[in-house]
């Protein structure tokens, strides 16, 4: 099948790993993989937004990554800095909207300066949504939700028993996009480490033993054509879905 013919995912979320053991591999430093990491994430970017996508959402750091040695956690955050400082023209150029999952307030303010501007001037930007995981976890964004809930329900504005899946949804920090359709997990391990729990429920999931580094546009295109041989069946029967019975 031609990449023309293919059925583009609306929502890609992609967990980038493998840039520690790519670099190893080569006998360099762990972050000279991360700076072969931006390359690839400049690649994916670009492909993803000629594909058709209009989401994209990519894990790049986790609230559990604070434990990696100091001098690998500042690498990551000036490699991120370099990394929105260089591409706002790019991204207005392509009209792609920057958005931040995750508690900014606790990155860098140098950080969270640059993330902020470049979220603001690309705000008017409907080409495609580039949602950062920046400092996130799964847990602790359903824990927040579930105060916010918690707390409109003491102020009476909410009843418990009201509460549906829109309302908690609505405090997710990937609100108001669609859940992910395809996940894509680059570098060979077989879990989620804290990612989207709620909104990969439905998801597609792609491992691929490549190393994020290695990660291209035919790599991405090969999850795509994956995503295409898969029968998305949502609690139905594979006959159902046939006969359009989706809805
Ligand atoms: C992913 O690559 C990047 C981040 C988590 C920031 P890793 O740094 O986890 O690479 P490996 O898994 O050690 O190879
Ligand atoms: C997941 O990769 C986080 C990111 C890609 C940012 P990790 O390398 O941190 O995951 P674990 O520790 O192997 O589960
Ligand atoms: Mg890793």
């Known amino acids: 099948m031609d990449s023309k013919e293919l059925v583009i995912p609306s929502h890609i979320a992609i967990i980038m790993d493998g840039n520690g053991r790519w670099a190893t591999e080569r006998g360099q430093l762990r972050l000279f993989g991360h700076r072969a990491g931006v390359k690839a ?12 996508v209009r989401h994209l959402t990519l894990y790049a750091f986790s609230t559990e990554n604070w434990q990696r040695p100091a001098s690998e956690v500042s690498g990551l955050m000036a490699l991120l800095q370099n990394y929105l400082k260089s591409e706002l023209q790019r991204m207005l150029r392509n009209e792609i909207r920057l958005h931040c999952l995750g508690d900014a307030e606790q990155l860098p303010k140098d950080v969270r300066v640059i993330l902020e501007e470049t979220m603001a001037k690309t705000a008017h930007c409907t080409g495609m949504n580039l949602n950062l995981a920046l400092n996130y976890g ?7 939700a579930v105060q916010t809930l918690a707390r409109a329900c003491e102020e009476k504005s909410l009843h418990w028993a009201d509460i549906e899946e829109a309302h908690f949804v609505r405090e997710l920090y990937s609100a108001p996009q669609p859940d992910p359709d395809l996940l894509i997990r680059t570098g060979g391990e077989c879990r989620l480490s804290n990612f989207l729990l709620w909104q990969l429920s439905y998801a597609e999931l792609y491992f691929t033993e490549v190393k994020w580094p290695d990660f291209g546009r035919d790599e991405l295109i090969e999850a795509i054509r994956a995503y295409n041989a898969r029968q998305r069946r949502f609690g139905r029967t594979g006959e159902q879905v046939q006969a359009g019975g989706q809805a």
């Open 41 to 52: 994430v400049q690649t994916i970017v670009e492909a993803a937004r000629s594909l058709g």
């Open 138 to 144: 799964s847990r602790a964004e359903i824990l927040r």
